[in-house]
């Protein structure tokens, strides 16, 4: 999947599990406890999405 943020193209596996309505971000993990990477992943699925 080919991401395209400010004129920069990422090509990274990054994909969002689920996205509801446009508005909803789903991530599925299964860990035993959330990290830092955890919670930035999230934010950067955010901050890509608007």
């Not at 400010?6 to 990274?12: A, F, M, R, T, Y």
């Not at 955890?38 to 934010?43: G, P, T």
Request: overall charge neutral; aromatic content about 8%.
């Amino acid at each position: 999947m080919l991401i395209i943020y400010k004129d920069i193209k990422l090509d990274h596996g990054y994909r969002i599990d689920l996205l509801v309505n446009n508005k909803v971000v789903i991530e599925i993990k299964t860990v035993e406890a959330f990290t830092d990477v955890h919670v930035a992943q999230v934010l950067t699925y955010l901050k890509l999405g608007n």
